[in-house]
């Protein structure tokens, strides 16, 4: 009975692992048929990426407002397509520079239907762009997809709306081919985040309890890699932005006239603004250095295995050398630890000629970026308290006033979060390789809301080339990344549900 007992225990176990086994070549054999139906269709995928760039969804001109409204219905229509439940959010007034103001276009909100035995990923991006024109130096016009050399070039390619597209084809790649999708998915789209996002807060506020209650991950793909290898990112700079302002007299005078009798705004500007940094790029202000969350080793091992060409970078920009020696190093002073930029002047004599001004009033310009653990209030305090005292050292008479103008706090992941985990399998499946860990130097606000407002995992997962343009002239995606891009967000849909 024991030896009978112990034979159907062998026969059923054996069933089971073989059943499992049979289930995950199943599993795999599906994605790839899903994989080959985006390479069969993408010529179509190109040619919805065209019909969109077509659509001069230029945020930042009030007068394109029309070019807004269409992306978004177009966009809207995508995902009914794609049998998404729509919902459009209110995002309140605007306040445009001449003082007036106008409403908001509203937000995106959609979800597919839904299983409770799945995660729930929501995907953000935006379908505004820069402005562009072939005044600006484009070899083809902007708002016409133009493929040459395997690159796609146009206006929002690759900054945002290829990538929000390459999300959509890769539900659409599931469900021609009839397969259930492997996760619950959402998406939050815009169409401001091109001038700041404004009014996206007071969505995300209104619907923390409905919309994102059961959100598991957020994952966003508006950034792009570093080199030619892909990537997943973990984290970006925050910035604080500042003003400061000297005023000497009521008018511009003559210099031939006053020269030499009276304290000059642009003097004490000039001295103010080289108080900031020394040669090497050190922030002088007391304080900011020693806020920043000291360097792990942990963390140090993640960049030596970064694929990053110095040489390759600096013939790119066309600069002679960097402030730092080593990838290692030069990689730390780009994401990891604060920078201070000077950005110009506005009041002082700039056009062609030789205009022998004194102005009356100077304003400097120049922003921080900023990385954890620092505060942009403390950092406004420091700031204000270090250049009044500059000032003070010049016994000058002029008035000054400080202000801080943005205030956007850096933002990082754990990159051993599990959709981190899935990312890198995806990765690896599509590209046969790991992907390096990165991070930016630049702001991305929208990480640092899901993140802290909504308490979401929040990932960058790009597509985009480290040549893309974006914000450039020339913007492009390469068909390559592209496609691939679409196959890699396919693909971590299915890691995603493995975990």
């Given at each position: ?386 250049l009044n005292k500059i000032f003070a050292e ?24 599990p959709q981190y985990t899935a990312g890198r ?75």
């Amino acid at each position: 009975m024991v030896q009978f007992a112990f034979i159907v225990t062998v026969l059923i176990s054996g069933t089971v692992m073989a059943s499992a086994e049979e289930s995950v070549v199943h599993s795999a054999t599906l994605l790839d048929q899903v994989l080959q139906h985006i390479d069969n269709h993408q010529d179509e995928f190109v040619q919805t990426l065209s019909d969109w760039i077509a659509i001069q969804s230029d945020s930042s001109n009030s007068q394109l407002r029309g070019e807004i409204n269409q992306m978004l219905d177009i966009t809207v229509q995508k995902l009914k397509q794609i049998g998404a439940m729509v919902e459009l959010a209110d995002a309140g007034s605007y306040q445009l520079p001449n003082g007036s103001s106008e409403t908001l276009p509203q937000v995106i909100l959609a979800e597919l239907k839904k299983d409770p035995n799945k995660p729930t990923v929501c995907i953000y991006g935006h379908v505004d762009v820069q402005p562009a024109s072939m005044s600006d130096g484009w070899a083809t016009y902007p708002y016409n997809l133009t493929e040459l050399n395997g690159n796609l070039y146009g206006r929002g390619a690759t900054d945002n709306k290829g990538p929000v597209l390459a999300w959509l084809h890769a539900v659409e790649a599931y469900q021609a081919l009839n397969q259930e999708l492997p996760v619950n998915i959402k998406f939050i789209i815009e169409a401001m985040e091109e001038v700041g996002s404004p009014g996206l807060d007071q969505v995300l506020t209104m619907k923390r309890d409905t919309f994102f209650s059961d959100v598991d991950y957020i994952v966003i793909s508006d950034n792009i890699w570093l080199s030619r290898k892909p990537a997943l990112t973990y984290g970006t700079r925050g910035n604080c932005y500042f003003l400061v302002e000297v005023e000497s007299s009521k008018r511009d005078l003559h210099s031939g006239v006053f020269g030499g009798a009276v304290h000059e705004a642009m003097t004490d500007l000039i001295a103010l603004l080289g108080s900031l940094v020394d040669a090497s790029g050190r922030i002088l202000i007391p304080g900011i250095n020693e806020c920043v969350t000291p360097l792990t080793e942990e963390e140090k091992e993640l960049y030596k295995n970064i694929e990053f060409d110095i040489e390759a970078h600096i013939k790119n920009i066309g600069a002679k050398r960097f402030l730092q020696d080593t990838k290692e190093n030069v990689l730390l002073h780009l994401w990891r630890y604060p920078s201070l930029s000077i950005h110009g002047i506005e009041g002082a004599f700039s056009s062609s000629g030789t205009k022998t001004v004194i102005p009356a009033k100077v304003i400097g310009k120049f922003s921080i970026r900023q990385v954890p653990d620092m505060d942009p209030l403390v950092v406004e305090k420091q700031v204000t308290e270090y250049l009044n005292k500059i000032f003070a050292e010049r016994n000058s008479p002029n008035t000054l006033k400080v202000s801080m103008v943005i205030g956007v706090k850096p933002w990082v992941a754990d990159p051993s979060d599990p959709q981190y985990t899935a990312g890198r399998r995806a990765v690896k499946k599509v590209f046969n390789v790991e992907p390096d860990m990165i991070r930016e130097g630049s702001t991305i606000p929208i990480a640092n809301a899901f993140q802290n407002a909504l308490k979401k995992r929040v990932m960058m997962l790009p597509i985009g080339g480290f040549d893309d343009g974006e914000h450039s002239q020339n913007e492009k995606i390469s068909r390559y990344n592209y496609i691939q891009g679409t196959k890699l967000f396919a693909t971590y849909f299915h890691e995603l549900s493995k975990l």
